[in-house]
């Protein structure tokens, strides 16, 4: 009784089955059509957002590849990028020798010395005792770069190399400089450099020179002392040597009897129009001497380098690059 009454469940539950399915393949088409537009619209939906992650998918291995090849392309240059650097890191002892005693000795020097000596007696001694630098020695190379020049330039510095030095030596040196400048190119290029700066222009025989300069040293301007002769007023000699002491405070700077604190950024420049003045130790112990005359040579070198950029500039560019 009990089997029977099992398989009359299992017939019934088969037939309902059945039942469902004719109901399903009987039904009007009207009432599939909701249905199928559903399961379309989201078949639809799934099959888009695989063609979209396809072709995100298909986007970044193309920009990997681009990738790939444009490392492989600057493989060679990274590599000869670092065979530059280890170059320079061995030349640096003999670059930094040359730099140092052209800043420290050859500023009071005309072009014509100054190449005597750094290159046909230093340069040969340093390499003589196998002490690498670079080939060939450059000054600007090592102690500026192409687009500190072009800015010294763009205020009016010429671009002949015997100037190029020159500026160089009035930037870079430890000491505050005096300029041998008896043309004023000089004067109006530092005229013209420190202006936006707040530049005071002063004479040692001006009554009230000593204010301004007070103020300039306590608020960091610069300072141009033009006109120049082989006196200079005692009272300045701490500044000029840079006699600065610290107090634990601050830093100052003795002025007559005066401390004053001193600004990191003040500056002082001294000119002499000059053309041979007659300077002594003590002017050469407590300055740097820079000799901005300009000599036959460096005129011609000067109106050439301005011919050139006006007809072939791109020839002018090479030239001082080189």
């Not at 530092?190 to 204010?211: G, H, P, V």
């Not at 020839?315 to 001082?320: H, I, N, Q, T």
Request: proline content about 4%.
């Amino acid at each position: 009784m009990a089997h029977s009454k099992k398989e009359l469940q299992r017939k019934s539950s088969h037939l309902l089955k059945i039942d469902e399915e004719y109901t399903t393949i009987t039904e009007p088409s009207s009432c599939r059509e909701p249905k199928l537009k559903n399961i379309f619209l989201i078949e639809l939906n799934v099959s888009c957002i695989f063609q979209e992650e396809t072709d995100i998918a298909e986007r970044r291995r193309t920009a990997a590849n681009q990738l790939m090849t444009g490392f492989r392309s600057e493989t060679v240059r990274w590599r000869q990028e670092l065979n530059n650097m280890k170059n320079r890191e061995n030349q640096l002892l003999g670059n930094c020798l040359l730099g140092a005693g052209f800043l420290a000795y050859l500023g009071p020097f005309t072009f014509e010395i100054r190449e005597e000596l750094l290159h046909n007696q230093w340069e040969v001694h340093l390499l003589e005792k196998n002490i690498p630098l670079s080939q060939p020695y450059r000054v600007q190379n090592f102690l500026s770069s192409d687009v500190e020049i072009s800015e010294y330039q763009s205020y009016g510095l010429p671009s002949d190399e015997f100037s190029v030095q020159n500026g160089i030596l009035t930037i870079q040196a430890s000491r505050f400089p005096y300029c041998i400048d008896p043309q004023m190119q000089g004067l109006r290029w530092i005229k013209a450099m420190e202006s936006k700066s707040n530049l005071k222009i002063l004479s040692m025989r001006d009554r009230d020179f000593l204010k301004h300069i007070e103020l300039a040293i306590k608020y960091g301007y610069p300072v141009l002392f033009k006109d120049n002769d082989e006196y200079i007023d005692p009272i300045i000699l701490n500044i000029l040597s840079k006699n600065i002491q610290d107090n634990q405070k601050n830093l100052f700077v003795k002025l007559g009897d005066k401390e004053i604190d001193i600004d990191p950024n003040f500056r002082m420049y001294l000119t002499s129009r000059l053309p041979n003045p007659k300077l002594s130790t003590f002017h050469f112990g407590r300055s740097i001497v820079i000799n901005y005359t300009v000599t036959l040579k460096g005129l011609e070198e000067q109106l050439l380098s301005v011919l050139v950029k006006i007809e072939r500039r791109e020839l002018e560019e090479m030239r001082v690059n080189h």
